[in-house]
Structure formats: C-alpha cells, structure tokens
C-alpha cells in the first residue's frame, strides 16, 4: 500500500493489488486513463444519478471520446481492437469508483452486448451500428434473460417467426440492464419451435423503438443508478437483415460472449474488493476506540489481512484465465470458476468491512453500505454461484 500522510491527523491510504509483470505498458496507461476518468467525472457526479435512477448519456459520449467504448471493436469502426485483458482492466478500474450501477451499465454496453455485433456481424450491420455504438452515441443492451428462464439459457422462451422479409418476435425478457434509457437489444430467441434445449436460438438486433416493443422500469436492492427493465414483446417485426449470426445457433453466440461477461465479473468483484478494503483501511486506523485507533486492536488487523488475501487470490484466478484467453486457449473452467469463487469473495470483502465500520457502515450514503448492496447480485447475474460450480465440474 502507498500511504499518505493528508492534513491534520488523518492517516489515507491507497490500497491497490500489483498487476501482473507481463501485463504490456498500453493496458497500465489505459488503467491510468480510466482511474482519471473515474475520480474526475464518475465520482463526483455519480451519487445524484443514484437518486435519479439514470446515467447521463453524456458520460457515455464523454467515454467514446476518450476511446473507452471501442476497446472490443476493430479499427474499420471506430475501435482499437484489444483483447480480453484490457477488458479485465477496465472492469477492474471502472469498479473502483464504489457505483456498481454505473459499471454495470457500461460493461453491459462495451463486452455483453455490443461484443456480438463485432464477433458475428455482417459487414453491413458493423457498419451500421458499431460507429455510434463506440462513440456512445448508441447504448447497447443485452436481452436473454426471462421470467422462467435465467441462468438456464436453454429454457427461453420467447419465441420468433420468420414472416416474409421480416422476423417476428413475440415474448417477455426480464432484468435487462440498459433496457429503459439504452437503444439498441440484442436479443435471444427461440427461432426453432421444434428444437430442444440450445438448439434451436437465434440472435436478432432490435432497436429499441421498434413497434410491439415495450419496456417497464425494474426497482432493485442495489445497482440504483442503472436502468433495469422488463421487455415485451407483442409482434415485433425485425427485417430480417438484422439476424445476428448463423440461425439456430445463438446458444453458442451466447456461451462464447457468456465467458467474456464472467471475466468482466472478475474484474468487477477485484477493483470492488480493493476499494472497499482500502476505504476500512482508512477507517480502522482513524476510528478511536478502546484506547486508540481500531487498527491497534489485532484482530481488526487479522480480519483485513485475511480479506485481502482472498480478493487477491480470486483476482489472481481472474488475470491468470485472461491471459489463456489472450492466446487463444481454452479458458471456460478458469472462467466458470472466477464467477463462482469472486462474486461470493466480494460479498465476503464488503460485509465483513461494513461490520468493521460498525453504525456508520449500516448508513446510506456511505460507500461501504452501497457496495455491499450492490455486490450481493454479483453472485446471481451472469450465471448464478451453484450454476457456476456445475460447469466447473463438468469439466473435472
């Protein structure tokens, strides 16, 4: 940790893992670039677009400006075409901010959702919907999830019919991030009636103000600033250009971005866990209790070092399957793995630092009483904890 000394009594210290040594000078500049922008125009701001329930869409225009959303997207667009890694890193950074809601959105824009138009497009669709897309002119949704059908993908059932030169959709999808204020869904549906299981999807671009299609607003327990909705779908009609990917065969669309998204969540659950020992840290060693400052007491020492011990453990697991999928190499046990063991490590980090700030901690408004709201879902969205474990062992 590097600790600085601010004005008064008041001891801060910054607490950050060390990056891997292969990790190549463009990807540490780009975590400085995004650290910047976090502490600039995230921070700041982010606490009234809690209140509002909304992120401006400036901040994502300010973003494309900066080259943030374009990282997944190759050069012909807009974008500069890096890998896995600097997925990792953003994510990591982006979590830092201590706003789960606001990396949550961005991160469903630039490597759930958009990702699909770069990996199976059509050159007339990239170029389309990938310029504006990375300029953050266009918000990006990713809608697969059901009422019936969550972490069980091949249980989906909204369906889609081919009607002349057009698709139509018809169908429910539920707790779909970016679904309310964003502008474009990629969106799974059963294009098969006879199919079983995976077979049998397909994936479709759909712009949000399509006819038939309607959207309600979602409350949720935590992640207040990003909008999250139901969808319905009552005989939406898609050109039938705007197939996404081969017919029939979306599951695997699906499965291969599925990875992306669980490292994504790695890098969340490492920049969150960071941030939140770093603010119990700081707390411990200023809080006077018994005599002194708590960070005198052993066990409040023990109970810090033991939390970050494990977040540094499960972020290590995070970088290690980056850098297998960075060579191309199989990666899904490593990745089904990181989503089973960070999201339950954050959940471990944040409630055992909000116990360390005793009352304060329990208070809104406080960043440690945010995070542990906006952690909890981290074990269910992208593939629930014992869904996660089941693909590890399948793989055993």
């Known amino acids: ?26 990807l540490r500049m780009l975590r400085d670039q ?15 677009w809690e209140r509002e329930g909304k992120i401006p869409r400036e901040i994502f225009r300010k973003m494309g400006a900066l080259g943030f959303l374009g990282m997944r ?10 890998g896995p890694m600097a997925s990792l890193v953003f994510a990591e950074e982006l979590a830092r901010s201590t706003f789960g809601g606001f990396t949550s959105s961005v991160l469903v824009h630039t490597d759930m959702s958009a990702v699909h138009i770069s990996l199976r497009g059509t050159p007339a669709q990239k170029q389309k919907y990938l310029p504006a897309i990375v300029r953050g002119e266009t918000i990006c949704a990713i ?28 169908g429910s999808k539920m707790f779909i991030t970016n679904s309310v204020y964003g502008d474009l869904l990629i969106v799974a549906a ?61 599951f ?6 599925f990875q992306n998204e669980r490292l994504c969540i790695g890098g969340i659950c490492a920049g969150e866990s960071a941030k939140a020992i770093e603010l119990t840290t700081n707390y411990v060693r200023n809080r006077q209790a018994f005599g002194g400052p708590l960070w005198n007491q052993q066990s409040v020492r023990l109970k ?11 972020r290590q697991l995070a ?64 593939g629930a904890t014992e869904v996660m474990l089941e693909e590890v062992a399948k793989r055993m």
């Not at 004005?7 to 950050?16: C, H, I, N, P």
């Not at 995004?34 to 009234?48: D, N």
């Not at 969550?150 to 889609?160: E, N, P």
């Not at 810090?304 to 499960?314: C, H, I, R, Y």
Request: a negative charge.
């Open 73 to 82: 997207h190759a050069a012909d667009y807009g974008g500069t075409q890096m």
């Open 252 to 257: 695997y669309g699906i499965m291969e971005t």
């Open 304 to 314: 810090l070092a033991s939390l970050a011990t494990k977040a540094a453990a499960a």
């Open 190 to 250: 059963r294009t098969d009636p006879e199919a079983k299981g995976s077979r049998g999807i397909s994936l479709f671009i759909v712009e949000r103000n399509t006819p038939g299609l309607s959207v309600s607003k979602l409350e949720k327990h935590g992640w207040l600033c990003s909008d999250t909705g139901e969808i319905g779908f009552d005989q939406v009609r898609v050109p039938a250009e705007n197939l996404l990917g081969e017919l029939n065969r979306g």
């Open 34 to 48: 995004v650290r910047r922008f976090v502490e600039t125009e995230v921070v700041p701001h982010a606490e009234a």
């Open 319 to 382: 970088y290690h399957a980056a850098e297998l999928a960075e060579a191309g190499l199989p990666c899904g046990r490593e990745v089904s793995m990181i989503k089973a063991l960070s999201p339950e490590v954050l959940h471990e980090v944040v409630h055992g630092c909000l116990q360390l700030h005793g009352g304060s901690g329990f208070m809104r408004g406080t960043p440690i009483e945010r995070m542990a709201r906006d952690a909890r879902v981290l074990t269910i969205g992208g």
């Open 1 to 26: 940790m590097n600790i600085q000394t601010t004005a008064g009594s008041t001891t801060e210290s910054e607490f950050r893992f060390a990056d891997p040594p292969s990790l190549p000078d463009e």
């Open 143 to 170: 809608a697969v999830t059901e009422p019936g059908a969550g972490s069980d993908v091949a249980g989906l059932t909204t369906r889609a019919r081919r009607d002349g030169d057009h698709w139509v959709i018809n």
